[in-house]
Structures are given as structure tokens and as C-alpha cells.
């Protein structure tokens, strides 16, 4: 399976925000450079299968602006399993709950999403920044069972 590892755009900070974290958005610039990196992802023919998003304000915003960007919008789906906590054994439900396909989008959080790379790489210290992209190819969900063939830093996907 080719997994597409999507952190969320810029979001408002945590010590501004006065509200419940899951529903904390993302600023209007980091919704311009989500739009961008869309640009760039329709551009390199991106074309998952499924686009699986947390259900945190911050990833479903990200998920849907993707998602019209690649002209995408039926193929995008809401899974509390990418919420806090997401892990290596919730990444395996999620892919068999949504058939196994070939190439999975995810759209989701950090700390998790690093964790779950360097684990499904077999350990490696990851860190994605947000907006950024990683694409790993998973054989099995065991530790050394991914191969990081990429890991795109927003800049390069927003042209700058």
C-alpha cells in the first residue's frame, strides 16, 4: 500500500484558542497554503484511493481543501481512529475498515504521525512539519514493515 501521511495545515495557537482544542481551525493562512500545496499535489497527479481525515477541525479543513484540489471530494472520509493516539495498529484498522486499498491518505496530527512513520520504518527520528507530506510503502503493519520513499516539507509543496 502506498500511505500518504498528511500533517494539517497551520492551525490557531493552542494559548490563543479559548475553545475545545478539536474544534480549533485553521488560520486563513494556513487555508491559503493548504490550497497551494493542493495545487502542487494535483499537479504530481496525487490520486488516493481514499482520503481519510481525523476528525479534528484543523485535519478535516485540510482534508477537504485537498480533496477539492485534486477533485477528490467522494473519496474523503472522517475516522475518529485518526484522532490523538493514532498509532501503527489504528493506521492497520483504518486500512482494512476502508478496504485495503492501494494507496490511503491520511490527514491528522503530530505527535502521531512521526511516531507512526519511524515505527513502520523499523525507528528513525521523523519530525513533519505542518503541512507537510510523507509517503510511505507498507508491506505489513510491523515495525519494518514501511519503507519512507519521501517525507515533503510544506515549503517545497507551497513553492517556497
Do not use: C
Amino acid at each position: 500500500m502506498r500511505l500518504y501521511l498528511l500533517r494539517h495545515g497551520k492551525a490557531e495557537e493552542r494559548a490563543a484558542w479559548h475553545g475545545d482544542d478539536a474544534a480549533r481551525p485553521l488560520t486563513a493562512a494556513g487555508e491559503e497554503e493548504v490550497r497551494r500545496e493542493a495545487e502542487a499535489l494535483h499537479a504530481l497527479g496525487l490520486a488516493p484511493d481514499v482520503i481519510v481525515t481525523s476528525p479534528l477541525a484543523r485535519a478535516r479543513r485540510t482534508a477537504e481543501i485537498v480533496s477539492a484540489g485534486l477533485g477528490l471530494e467522494e473519496r474523503l472520509v472522517e475516522d475518529a481512529r485518526l484522532g490523538p493516539g493514532f498509532d501503527v495498529a489504528r493506521l492497520e484498522q483504518l486500512a482494512a475498515a476502508h478496504g485495503a486499498p492501494e494507496s490511503l491518505m491520511v490527514v491528522g496530527h503530530e505527535p502521531d504521525f512521526s511516531e507512526t512513520i519511524g515505527a513502520l520504518i523499523g525507528g528513525g527520528d521523523v519530525a513533519m512539519r505542518k503541512g507537510g507530506l510523507a509517503r510511505v510503502d507498507v508491506t505489513g503493519f510491523v515495525a519494518g514493515g514501511g519503507r519512507l520513499v519521501w517525507l515533503l516539507p510544506p515549503s517545497l509543496l507551497r513553492g517556497r
